[in-house]
Structure formats: structure tokens, C-alpha cells
């Protein structure tokens, strides 16, 4: 940086960013230029918002809602979370627990900031969600990631992770379905780091299920709210970005222990003091109405998913588990003797084909592609059958 130029704290430095950005802004570069791309970098449905849902924002609008909201969310909304989170699991959560927030994003943000500090640790997955290195750094913990490998099915062994927590770790981040793998931790893997975690009564648990509806064959979602012993330490980041295909609408949620629910009040006061009044309604529609459209999507991934692996693994140096969960393939191409970020630049500007290379979510993402199907079965067939050419030149 030019040394006349006004320096930014060095903290700075230690905040990462998504590939996944990056991509998607080349591959449209291209696409303005005449070139036809499949894009399967994205991660977000393809799919529009119920009718219903849509409705309910723009009866917000006429109805005049264009004011600020209380910080933690509408009474009602938190309301309604509460009511779907027993509906669906039968847990018991206080909707004063509940803090609504712009985006999933946040709540892992708050907790890291919440627990992290110099001298202390905290515990992600690699692969794992980007961010999830990035904010434990920014926090000025240590991040400490913990493995999900291939013949796993790239869910995590519980007395592996339990083997990395010290007297220094104060946040142990978990993710399932999850994001980039599709892998889905069996419930009991949970009961095993439940367990063990009594031992560690000072860490705190954040569970990323963001993708909790999105689950395949017998490939069960377990919720960490289903842990009681576990309660009083469990911060839960929801949302509607995947489930009801509302990724721009920004709309998450966190469920916090309630002893910690008035600094998770204050850290949203004090950053964007509330969330979008009209997409709030959304939400209550959402949550509140028919469910029809969550299950028809899932099908609909489920049919896709199929597609994906089957042609993957017919690709000469693929080779590629079945995920069981959220909308994600994340092959092996250690067998095309190119590492994956030559091959994820080659793919796109060589074949026309989008997708984000493994080390974008961590060292352990190394010899790997992340592939969306959040796309097409066209798209999908087409994108294979380009990358198959383009292997069988090399």
C-alpha cells in the first residue's frame, strides 16, 4: 500500500473473503462478452420465492411498514420461530432468544466477536464456510481448524475434534448439511462430541444450520437444540436464504443462550440496528404459510444431486461421494493431474464452466471442486459433458 495513503487498522488484514464472489463476477465478465457459461459456482437455489411469500412483502408495503423494527425482530416473527422450531423438533425456545439478523453471515460474526480474544481459540471446519477462519481472526483468537475428509462422507469425527480443544478454546463452530461438502454428521457423531464437550463446560457451540431442510435418502438432520445439556451454551444460526430461496432478501437468525442474548442485542444495535421491515412480513409468510414450495425444491435437489454425482463420476481423474445434504457436490480431481486451482481457472476459461476450487474452504479442500446444483438438469448435463472434453485434452 502507498505509504501517503490512510492506513487501515491491521486487523484488517486478517479478514478473508469468499471466492465464490470472485467467480461469479468472471464468469459474468464472460458472459457480457458472448461466451456461454454454466454456471454451478453459486451458492443459492435457483428457484423464486413462494407467491405467497412475495405477496405478504408487498402487502407490507402498502400497509406501510416502512419504519424501524425493534433491534432483536417483529414480536411476531421471533414468535414464529419459535413456534417452527418446535414444530419441526420439538424444542422448547423462548422467542426472547431469538435476535433476527441480516443474513446467516451475522450470527456467526457476533459469536466470534462475542468469544474470541487474544490468547483464546476456536474451532471450524476445513472445508468449511470461508468466513468461518476469517471472523475467528478478525476476533483476535487463534483459528483452529479441525478436518472433514473424503471417506467420512466429509462429516467429522467427534473424538477428533474433542482432541482439539484446550483450556484456550472458547468457540467450537460446527456446520450440517454442510457448506462446501454436502456432507451431514450422524447423529452419533453428535451424542459422542455431546458428550465429551461436558468435559469442556467453558466452550461455546455454534451450530451453523442453515441448510437444515435440505436433506437426502436416509441422511437425517440432528439439530443441536436437541441437546438440553448443551442449551445454556448453544448458539443456533438459522435462516431463509436456502430454504425459502430468499438469499437477497438477507434474512437469518440466531437462537442465543439468555444470558447472552442482551450482547448479541447490543453488538446488532450498534452494527445495523435492524433488519429490512418488509422482509421481515416475508418471513412471518414464509414460516407461517404453506410449505409446499420448501419440499418441491428439495425434490427437486434431491433429482439433481443424483444427476451430478452419477456424471461426475463418469469424468476420466473425478471421483465423487454422494453429499447428503444442502445442494453441493465436492468431487476429488487429484486424478486429472492438475491442482484445483489451474483446473477451476481452466474450466471456466477454457471450457465454460463455473465452479470454485477446494482450498477456498480451507488447506483440507485441497484436490478438490466445489460443484453447485443449484442449477438445471440442462445445465447440469451440459456442464459435465463440457468438462469431459476438456479433461481429454490434457
Known amino acids: ?14 479478514l478473508g473473503t469468499e471466492t465464490a464472489f470472485a467467480v461469479i463476477a468472471r464468469a459474468a465478465e464472460l458472459v457480457a462478452q458472448g461466451r456461454s457459461i454454466c454456471n454451478l459456482g453459486p451458492g443459492q437455489p435457483d428457484f423464486q420465492p413462494a407467491p405467497h411469500i412475495i405477496e405478504a412483502a408487498q ?8 419504519g424501524y423494527t425493534p433491534s432483536p425482530g417483529i414480536p411476531k416473527l421471533r414468535e414464529a420461530v419459535s413456534a417452527d422450531l418446535h414444530r419441526r423438533y420439538g ?8 435476535l433476527v439478523v441480516p443474513g446467516g453471515k451475522v450470527t456467526m ?6 468469544m474470541g480474544e487474544p490468547g483464546t481459540e476456536i474451532l471450524y471446519p476445513d472445508p468449511g464456510f470461508p468466513i468461518y477462519g476469517s471472523v475467528a481472526r478478525f476476533s483476535g483468537a487463534t483459528p483452529v481448524p479441525y478436518p472433514l475428509t473424503e471417506d467420512r462422507g466429509f462429516a467429522f469425527s467427534a473424538e477428533d475434534v474433542l482432541s482439539r480443544l484446550t483450556d484456550k478454546t472458547r468457540l467450537l463452530m460446527v456446520n450440517s448439511p454442510a457448506n462446501p461438502t454436502g ?39 440432528t439439530t443441536l437444540l436437541s441437546y438440553p445439556e448443551i442449551r445454556d451454551r448453544l448458539i443456533l444460526l438459522e435462516g431463509w436464504s436456502k430454504t425459502y430461496a430468499l438469499t437477497g432478501w438477507r434474512l437469518g437468525y440466531g437462537v442465543w443462550p439468555a444470558h447472552l442474548v ?24 414464509a414460516l407461517e404459510g404453506p410449505q409446499d414450495a420448501v419440499a418441491d425444491m428439495v425434490a427437486a435437489f434431491s433429482k439433481r444431486r443424483r444427476l451430478i454425482v452419477d456424471l461426475l463420476n463418469t469424468v476420466p481423474g473425478f471421483r465423487c461421494v454422494e453429499p447428503g445434504g444442502a445442494f453441493y457436490a465436492f468431487p476429488n480431481i487429484e486424478g486429472t493431474g492438475l491442482d484445483e486451482r489451474t483446473l477451476q481457472r481452466r474450466l471456466l476459461e477454457d471450457a465454460g464452466v463455473a465452479v470454485i476450487h477446494g482450498t477456498s474452504f480451507g488447506d483440507m479442500g485441497e484436490g478438490y471442486l466445489r460443484f453447485s446444483y443449484a442449477a438445471s438438469e440442462d445445465v447440469i448435463e451440459e456442464a ?11
Open 1 to 14: 500500500m502507498d505509504q501517503n495513503l490512510v492506513r487501515p487498522a491491521a486487523r484488517m488484514e486478517q
Open 59 to 66: 402487502q407490507a408495503i402498502r400497509d406501510g411498514h416502512h
Open 91 to 98: 424444542a422448547e425456545v423462548d422467542p426472547g432468544q431469538v
Open 109 to 114: 460474526f457476533y459469536a466470534a466477536l462475542m
Open 183 to 221: 456432507g451431514v454428521v450422524p447423529k452419533e457423531e453428535f451424542d459422542k462430541l455431546v458428550a465429551g464437550l461436558a468435559a469442556f463446560p467453558k466452550v461455546a457451540i455454534m451450530a451453523d444450520e442453515i441448510y437444515s431442510q435440505m436433506t437426502y435418502d436416509n441422511h437425517n438432520h
Open 262 to 285: 442482551d450482547y448479541a442485542e447490543r453488538l446488532a444495535v450498534n452494527s445495523h440496528s435492524c433488519v429490512n421491515a418488509v422482509a421481515q412480513y416475508a418471513a412471518l409468510a
Open 384 to 394: 459435465i459433458a463440457r468438462i469431459k472434453r476438456f479433461v481429454a485434452t490434457l
